[in-house]
């Protein structure tokens, strides 16, 4: 019989949706002030994956990733999708509708989770609302994706940067002393 032991520390990220350029730059400040350094960023990208986004953000949407350099334990998602929340409500416009989209996640050893505050057959709930998926999985060297995986995490420049913030995060829990 196995016993049960604590989760191994995974690495922050989050995926920003902004039709802003600077907006995406406060905001990396802001997440960063939150949950420590950046340790890797993607490209400011256009993001022209589907048109759900546009009626409350607007259209011309830029997609950047980032990645937190302190580990956090994937207990902490749910606190961390919520913050995100918050975070999008103060920077929203004056009517309500927002300006950026946070989407937390971590990368751990073998998949990308995301957070969600939308339930769905493929995810699970956490807690306060507060729902998991399993967005791709690391195999045979690359990241696989699901039916239900997100257009913009399998273009190559997103697999190309999670690929490199996995790097990192054995990197970084070999001399911790992990795997």
Known sequence: MSTPGEAQPVKLFAGLLSPDTTLLIAIEEELAALYGPIDAR?????????RYYEPEMGSNLLRRFVAFARPISPEALPDIKLGAGEVERRHARAGG???INIDPGYIDVGKVVLASTKPAGHRMYLRSGIYAEMTLLYHSGRYEAFVYTYADFLWPATTAFLTEARRMHLQQLKENGGV
Request: glycine residues 8%; aromatic residues 8%.
């Open 42 to 50: 993607s490209d400011i990208v256009a993001w022209d994956v589907s």
């Open 97 to 99: 509708g927002r300006r």
